[in-house]
Every structure is written in C-alpha cells, then in structure tokens.
Nanobody
Framework: QVQLVESGGGLVQAGGSLRLSCAASGRTFSNYARGWFRQAPGKEREFVAAISGSGGTTYYADSVKGRVTISRDNAKKMVYLQMNRVKPEDTAVYYC?????????????????????WGQGTQVTVSS
C-alpha cells in the first residue's frame, strides 16, 4: 500500500521556524517530483513548493519564496519543508504529494492535478 505521511506540524509563533517531513512507504518515489501544498480554512488547496525528481530544480510560491526550502532524501524516502520566519497567513493544513509527468525529472509540476499520491496532511498554526 502506497502511503505518504506528513509530520512536524504544530503551533508556532510568528517569526519562528519549523520543519515538515513527509515519509513514503509502499513504493519508491525516487523518480517522482515531490510537492507541498496547503489548504487554509475556507480556501482552496494551493501550491507551496516542489522539487524535481532529480532534485536539481525547485519551485516556490511567491508567498513563501525566501522563507521556505524544500529538499529530498531519496535514500530515506523523505521530503522536507523547512519553514522560516513564519507568518499567521501560513496557517493551514500542509499536504505532501508525489507525481510523475513527462518532464518531472527536471521540472517539477505545480498543479494539483499533476500529483497522484497525497498524504493526509499536517496542521500548521502560526500565532501572532
């Protein structure tokens, strides 16, 4: 059974940091692009960050650029999202995802529909 499991969420003060982790099981995703998305109450799920299958290309949403870093460790089947200088508007449920497109080895997709595997999400709450 293929599973993605997020961890590392919680309550953090504005300006603080936290690292989200996503563990994969059931298959290897070493060739897959990996992404992080988030969904705030009453809003649609939105793109946060993505990393290509090769690990050589990363993309970030404008809202988090410069504060967030996505990384992957294929040997451990892990993907991470390091969040620094968090803001109250970062409050959301964060989801990790895995997807494979024709270009995803070099260019990670940023659309939800390009990701076929999803975790259950981890809550991040930033207090002001």
């Amino acid at each position: 059974q293929v599973q993605l499991v997020e961890s590392g969420g919680g309550l953090v003060q504005a300006g603080g940091s936290l690292r989200l982790s996503c563990a994969a099981s059931g298959r290897t995703f070493s060739n897959y692009a990996r992404g992080w998305f988030r969904q705030a109450p009453g809003k649609e799920r939105e793109f946060v960050a993505a990393i290509s299958g090769s690990g050589g290309t990363t993309y970030y949403a404008d809202s988090v650029k410069g504060r967030v870093t996505i990384s992957r460790d294929n040997a451990k089947k892990m993907v991470y999202l390091q969040m620094n200088r968090v803001k109250p508007e970062d409050t959301a449920v964060y989801y990790c995802a895995a997807g494979q497109t024709r270009a995803s080895w070099n260019v990670p997709p940023r659309k939800l529909e390009d990701y076929e595997y999803w975790g259950q999400g981890t809550q991040v709450t930033v207090s002001s």
